[in-house]
T-cell receptor
Framework: DADVTQTPRNRITKTGKRIMLECSQT?????MYWYRQDPGLGLRLIYY???????NKGEISDGYSVSRQAQAKFSLSLESAIPNQTALYFC????????????FGPGTRLTVL | QKEVEQNSGPLSVPEGAIASLNCTYS??????FFWYRQYSGKSPELIMS????GDKEDGRFTAQLNKASQYVSLLIRDSQPSDSATYLC???????????FGTGTLLAVQP
């Protein structure tokens, strides 16, 4: 089984709908991240969490919210989806030491019509 | 100045050649350096890590680190069409205590 899973893998929705993307991990990492990636662009950080009680905004948090339900689960919500939120979304986990790095889930392709 | 900079490419090399990918970083206190490969529409996959100055080899891949010049590179020997992907450099910042990604270099290996 994959260490980092994301659901759904693909989603098509309409403008104004509320959408939740879920991420689960079995790596036992404290840190979790949500990124979006648009064609030709790099990874842009939306939100990150260093532990269950810690939530931080990234560079593009407007229009998004998150919930860290447990060490293993980190959800991203779009309260009212808009077309420019169409993108590939990645969840990642990290142990939080300088010797380790981030491990990514398979991604969710979201299309907002 | 961006914290981690990469040339976006595309870098085009013929099959069998050496591909050289470069990355510079701004935080002199950075401690750890990583290279990811990302195929189109897929998630980034860790391929190399390096922590001290010098070279680190793993199969056809060699990572090179020069902390004095704040420069890290990835060499791919005997490049194959299957190496065609975007390569992301990531640096664990000493000041930020966070992993910072570059925007990636697109590599195209021509058969």
């Amino acid at each position: 089984d994959a260490d980092v899973t994301q659901t759904p893998r693909n989603r098509i929705t309409k403008t104004g709908k509320r959408i939740m993307l879920e991420c689960s991990q079995t790596k036992g990492h404290d840190r979790m991240y949500w990124y979006r990636q648009d064609p030709g662009l790099g990874l842009r950080l939306i939100y990150y969490s260093f532990d269950v009680k810690d939530i931080n905004k990234g560079e593009i948090s407007d229009g998004y919210s998150v919930s860290r339900q447990a060490q293993a689960k980190f959800s991203l919500s779009l309260e009212s989806a808009i077309p420019n939120q169409t993108a590939l979304y990645f969840c990642a986990t990290e142990a939080g030491t300088s010797a380790d790095t981030q491990y990514f889930g398979p991604g969710t392709r979201l299309t907002v019509l | 100045q961006k914290e981690v900079e990469q040339n976006s490419g595309p870098l085009s090399v013929p099959e069998g050649a050496i591909a050289s990918l470069n990355c510079t970083y701004s935080d002199r206190g950075s401690q750890s350096f990583f290279w990811y490969r990302q195929y189109s529409g897929k998630s980034p996959e860790l391929i190399m890590s390096i922590y001290s100055n010098g070279d680190k080899e793993d199969g056809r891949f060699t990572a090179q680190l020069n902390k004095a010049s704040q420069y890290v590179s990835l060499l791919i020997r005997d490049s194959q069409p299957s190496d065609s992907a975007t390569y992301l450099c990531a640096v664990y910042g000493g000041a930020t205590n966070k992993l910072i990604f570059g925007t990636g270099t697109l590599l195209a290996v021509q058969p």
